[in-house]
């Protein structure tokens, strides 16, 4: 992994890009989950379903999170 990348080849901030990284990578991971609760409850594993459940909320929560920052730092 280069430090030296500091936005001129990319056009992007490291730590703005790495904000937007983790934004895309928790709505994946949303949207990943939905297909692990539907296998879960499909085979009758509630326990499992919910367990999916609450780690799909973390990962919306972190997205939003993520876009809070993004429109701060970006506005700025």
Sequence with gaps: MSDSET???TGTRDKDYN???FV???LSNV???ETYIA???RDGDGD???F??????DSRKGAQQGKAILR???AG
């Design 19 to 21: 904000v937007i990284w």
């Design 7 to 9: 936005g001129d080849v």
């Design 72 to 74: 701060e730092r970006l």
């Design 31 to 33: 949207l990943r989950l």
């Design 24 to 26: 895309e990578a928790c």
């Design 48 to 50: 499992l379903a919910d």
């Design 39 to 41: 296998d879960a409850e």
């Design 52 to 57: 999916f459940r609450r780690a799909q909320a």
